[in-house]
T-cell receptor
Framework: KAGVTQTPRYLIKTRGQQVTLSCSPI?????VSWYQQTPGQGLQFLFE???????NKGNFPGRFSGRQFSNSRSEMNVSTLELGDSALYLC???????????FGPGTRLTVL | QQQVKQSPQSLIVQKGGISIINCAYE??????FPWYQQFPGKGPALLIA?????SEKKEGRFTISFNKSAKQFSLHIMDSQPGDSATYFC????????????FGKGTKLSVKP
C-alpha cells in the first residue's frame, strides 16, 4: 500500500496570507489527524477527522481549520498567517479499528 | 502542563551499545504508548507500541519496558548502530481519543562508529 502523501512538501508565505495543505491517507484508512512540529513546542495535535467530521481538536486558535472529504482525503487551512506558524505540518492516518497512526512526510511551511 | 515527559534530550552511544530513553506520564487514562523514530526531513515512523496490560514488548533490537505503577515507560535499543541515529519520540493516547497522540519532546540519539 502507498503511504500517506502530503502536498505541497514546501511552502513559503508572508504574514497575513492564508494557506491550504493537503493530505491523502493510506488506502482504507478513514481517520486523519494533523500535527504541528516546531523545535520549541515539539509535536502538537491540531485535530482529527473521521467520516468527514472533526472528532477531536487540540489547543490551537480558530485560524487553524480543517476538513475531510468523502474519499477520506483531508485539508487543513491556516488563515491570517503569523511568523510563529512556521513549522512542519504532519498528517497521520489510522484504521479506526486500531491505534497505530502512520505519518506522512509533512509540509514545511515558512512564513516571512 | 507537559503530560508526557521524555529524557534525556540527547544521547550519545557507541556502536554496539544499549540506548535507553525514558518517558513518564501523568494521565492514568492513557492506554496506548507508541515510540516513533524520525530522521531529518522525514515524518515520524512508528517503531513499537505497548498497552498498559503488558510490562514488556520486544521487536527485534527494540524493547519497550512499561511500569504502570510508576507511570513510566522506556525504549531500549540493543546493539545500537550508526543507522539508528535519529530523533525518538514517545507518545500516549487515551481510549476514545486514539487519533490524538500526546508526544514527549524527543531524544536526539547519535550512535558513534
Amino acid at each position: 500500500k502507498a503511504g500517506v502523501t502530503q502536498t505541497p512538501r514546501y511552502l513559503i508565505k508572508t504574514r497575513g496570507q492564508q494557506v491550504t495543505l493537503s493530505c491523502s491517507p493510506i488506502s482504507g484508512h478513514r481517520s486523519v489527524s494533523w500535527y504541528q512540529q516546531t523545535p520549541g513546542q515539539g509535536l502538537q495535535f491540531l485535530f482529527e477527522y473521521f467520516s468527514e467530521t472533526q472528532r477531536n481538536k487540540g489547543n490551537f486558535p480558530g485560524r487553524f481549520s480543517g476538513r475531510q472529504f468523502s474519499n477520506s482525503r483531508s485539508e487543513m487551512n491556516v488563515s491570517t498567517l503569523e511568523l510563529g506558524d512556521s513549522a512542519l505540518y504532519l498528517c497521520a492516518s489510522r484504521d479506526r479499528a486500531y491505534n497505530e497512526q502512520f505519518f506522512g512526510p509533512g509540509t514545511r511551511l515558512t512564513v516571512l | 502542563q507537559q503530560q508526557v515527559k521524555q529524557s534525556p534530550q540527547s544521547l550519545i552511544v557507541q556502536k554496539g551499545g544499549i540506548s535507553i530513553i525514558n518517558c513518564a506520564y501523568e494521565n492514568t487514562a492513557f492506554d496506548y504508548f507508541p515510540w516513533y523514530q524520525q530522521f531529518p526531513g522525514k515524518g515520524p515512523a512508528l517503531l513499537i507500541a505497548i498497552r498498559p496490560d503488558v510490562s514488556e514488548k520486544k521487536e527485534g533490537r527494540f524493547t519497550i519496558s512499561f511500569n504502570k505503577s510508576a507511570k513510566q515507560f522506556s525504549l531500549h535499543i540493543m546493539d545500537s548502530q550508526p543507522g539508528d541515529s535519529a530523533t525518538y519520540f514517545c507518545a500516549a493516547s487515551k481510549r476514545g481519543s486514539q487519533g490524538n497522540l500526546i508526544f514527549g519532546k524527543g531524544t536526539k540519539l547519535s550512535v558513534k562508529p
